[in-house]
Every structure is written in C-alpha cells, then in structure tokens.
C-alpha cells in the first residue's frame, strides 16, 4: 500500500478563523520502507500576510513565522538558504501537491480509453490543472480526520484535485492501553510506546515522519 503522511501547523485550533502555516508530507509505500532521505517529501511554508492566532500556536510556530516574515519583507534568499522548506502563495500550495503526487506515483495514466489535457513542466508531464480530475490518495495522520482535514480542504483547489480516501491511518489505536487509557494515546505516547526514540518536535515534515515510523511497527 502507498498513503501520504500528512501533517500541518496552524496558528490556532479552530478552522473558521486561523491559518495553516506549514504542510508537511512523506509518500510511504509499505512494501519498501525506504529510510526518510529515500522517501519522497513535501515541506511548505504557506505564505500569510495576516495572521490570527492563539499565543500557545503561534510561539510553538514562531520560527515558521520568523521565515515567512523575512520571505515577504524581501530577505527571500536567505529565508531559503536557512530552511528546507519551499515557500506557496495560497493558491499554489493544492497544485504543487497534486503535481508532487502525480511524480511520485500517485495518480493516474495521462492516456488511457479518453486521452487526458497535459503539460510539461520539468520534463515530467503532468495533468492540465483546470481539467485534471482529482488524484485519490490513502492518508495517515495523527488527528487527520478531526483537525488537518478540516484546515486543508479550505485551500484553493483542494476539492478540485485531492480526493482522501474515507478510511484515515491513524496509530493512536494501535498504541492505546485499553485497561488504563482515558484517552487515546498522543503521537508522543505512540512513540514511547512503539520504541521510537526522540521527541515529538512539532514541526509538520518531522510529525508526519513521525507517524510513519510508529505505523512501520505494525506493517
């Protein structure tokens, strides 16, 4: 199976009134299990020019928000060379994904019974965005269903182009102790649990990092 780890950082909870700040996705596919600087990455910062947000959000993000500033006020060179991440405009973030989808092997023939619109960008052919139809993806998340989803289907395009499956990998149930547990274990619990060394840091590329090595104990 191939699924997307995906992961966001947000400048609050609440999806009617805060901001994503950065996405971060890895392409698993459980049948190789390629170490992390083998498995094809996506790592955004979504570009905000006013931000609304909690103070506990926006101090855990303030170095995002510290790259960003410098991106927009003109230091974009040096926001670029001090991170890993690439900087999106609103309306560019759903279309770099799908495109980075589509490269990675998720996605759909360009011909087939009813040959598909294409461009060529970089040599690698992709679907003409106004006429692609939408790429089905298997997703895993920590919380997915009930926070990202909810930030990310707000983007520009994202209905138009990016279709999850109903069924959302989380590890939290393989990791709850049933007897003891009030709740579901968090991502960091996952962790100890799993024997998965480290913190969680959170920050979006290394959370969804982070939910795959926790799922890998069980595939």
């Given amino acids: ?79 670029i060379l001090d991170s890993d991440y690439v900087f999106l405009e609103k309306d560019e973030v759903v279309i770099s994904f799908f495109r980075f989808l589509f490269r990675n092997g998720i996605g759909y023939p360009l011909f087939d019974r009813y040959p598909i619109n294409y461009e060529t960008i970089e040599s690698v052919k992709y679907p003409t965005i106004n006429t692609a139809r939408p790429i089905t993806i298997n997703v895993a998340g920590k919380n997915f269903g009930t926070f990202d989803k909810l930030f990310l289907e707000k983007l520009p395009r994202w209905k138009q182009l990016i279709r999850m499956k109903q069924r959302i990998i989380d590890p939290s149930p393989y990791y709850c102790d049933w007897d003891n547990d009030e709740a579901l274990p968090s991502l960091q619990q996952c962790k100890d649990r799993a024997g998965v060394t480290g913190t969680v840091s959170h920050t979006a590329l290394d959370d969804a990092w982070d939910v795959i090595q926790v799922l890998r104990k069980q595939y």
Avoid: C
């Fill in 1 to 79: 199976m191939k699924y997307a780890s995906i992961d966001i950082e947000t400048s609050g909870l609440d999806s009617t009134k805060h901001q994503i700040l950065s996405i971060g996705a890895i392409i698993e596919d459980t049948k190789l299990k390629l170490p992390f600087d083998q498995l094809p990455k996506f790592n955004t910062i979504v570009l905000q020019r006013d931000i609304t947000g909690s103070p506990f959000a926006l101090n855990l993000n303030k170095d995002i928000i510290e790259l960003m500033g410098r991106y927009l006020e003109g230091d974009k060179e040096s926001a």
